[in-house]
């Protein structure tokens, strides 16, 4: 189809809860994305942090092909071998106690949380349910993960939405003493808010944050989802935070394409979650386990993950040394990196770099979001910092 009769069909069929940028992408290749009309684009996105191997790499296709002929799904009441790989992985690299896969963030936000309730009823009882989410965060599109996200503007229309959230400004350590009090049972955070701009938290107050939840046993949620799977230089970026979460949740960059979340507890928490107590059809089906084992064999290797860093600063520099007015500052760690512009200007410049081969995301109000894929070479990043220098 070309790209006016997919823009078409799409209005017809699909409903229409994205705005969507004018072309329509076809294939790819490494950090390359061709569209339905063959115009190039150097991806400076990865599908939201997703395509964390870049697109068609060897590894990851012919894990998920051989895996598509012998076994895609089967039901969590049989065991299967790629679930169990990617579980000892994912504790081995971690320390953590045991994993449960999900399909998504918002799920596995969902099993967090649940997680985490469950542990306070368990030792606490009834009433000692609230946890506190910070301001600017975004933890998913799900009636309970909507209200977890602390932006008034996610809190419209699905009334009633979950009790039991609160939020604290982020990076101010008095506001989240006051707010954890007797009825608190975990503190949930971004380490990089994502969604909400680009906005890395101060070490400081997160290390008080830890130091505040250990002293009353509040357990402490890390959502990892965006900034897990090495794409701030690290397997997570809590590791650099110097902090140890009590439960984590990741997706995006995983299934480096395919669908796949999963909730990480610690030892403490492990065995919070027992029989019958939590369960999705499709969580830590062969197929999409199958990915994430090929995903994590490649990133957890610490070459891999010192590249990332040493891209990332490439970048970064390559960005501030354009030297242009128009960029005001870069924010973020590894390959998840905010380019702070005038928030007027920026739907023009997001625009431009389209029209001249590089795709970006947005973040908050003010930036434009860059999260390429891991894998991006040096010859990609050069071209597109060449249309940055242009466009800036
Ligand atoms: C994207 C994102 C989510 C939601 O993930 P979905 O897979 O879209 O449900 C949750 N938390 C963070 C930090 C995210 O970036």
Redesign the pocket.
């Known amino acids: 189809m070309t790209f006016q009769e997919i823009k078409e069909k799409e209005e017809t069929y699909l409903m229409h809860t994205y705005g969507r940028f004018p072309i329509a992408l076809d294939r790819g290749q490494g950090a390359t994305l061709f569209d339905t009309e063959g115009k190039q684009y150097i991806d400076l996105t990865s599908g ?2 997703v395509n964390s191997l870049g697109h068609n790499n060897e590894t990851l296709v012919s894990a998920l092909t051989e895996q598509a002929g012998r076994l895609m799904h089967a039901c969590n009441l049989y065991y299967t071998e790629p679930m169990v790989r990617v579980a000892e992985k994912l504790v081995k690299a971690t320390g953590m106690g045991k994993v449960f896969f999900a399909n ?6 969902e099993g967090m949380i649940k997680l985490a309730r469950k542990y306070s009823f368990d030792h606490y009882g009834e009433g000692r349910n609230k946890i506190i989410t910070l301001k600017q ?6 009636v309970t ?1 909507l209200k977890a996200t602390g932006q008034e503007k996610f809190h419209q229309y699905f009334f009633p939405f979950t009790e039991g959230f609160d939020y604290a400004a982020a990076n101010d350590i008095e506001d989240m003493k006051k707010k954890v009090d007797d009825s608190v049972c975990a503190v949930m955070i ?1 380490l990089i ?3 909400g701009g680009v906005l890395p938290l101060d070490k400081d107050f997160v290390a008080e944050t830890a130091e505040l939840c250990r002293g009353k046993d509040i357990l402490l949620l890390v ?5 897990g799977i090495g794409r701030t230089g690290s397997l997570f970026c809590y590791e650099q935070y110097r902090i140890q979460p009590d439960i984590v ?1 990741i ?2 960059g995983l299934g480096g394409g395919v ?1 796949i ?1 999963a909730v990480l507890a610690s030892e403490k928490c492990a065995d919070v979650l027992g029989a019958g107590t939590h369960g999705t059809t499709f969580g830590g089906n062969p197929l999409c386990c199958a990915a994430a084992d090929a995903v994590l064999s490649t990133v957890c290797q610490p070459e891999f993950l010192e590249s990332v860093c040493r891209k990332g600063e490439y970048l970064k520099k390559g960005i501030l040394s354009i030297g242009s007015g128009k960029i005001r500052e870069v924010r973020g760690m590894g390959l998840m990196l905010g380019i702070v512009v005038d928030p007027d200007e920026r739907a023009g410049f997001v625009s431009a770099l389209m029209e001249k081969g590089v795709l970006v995301l947005t973040a908050g109000t003010d930036a434009i979001r860059l999260l390429p894929p891991l894998v991006i070479s040096q010859e990609e990043m050069d071209k597109a910092l060449a249309v940055m220098k242009e466009v800036f």
């Open positions: 939201i942090g998504s963030g918002a799920e596995a936000n965060s975004f933890h998913g599109r799900t993960t971004e808010q994502g969604e959502d990892e989802v965006q900034t949740s997706a995006k669908p979340g």
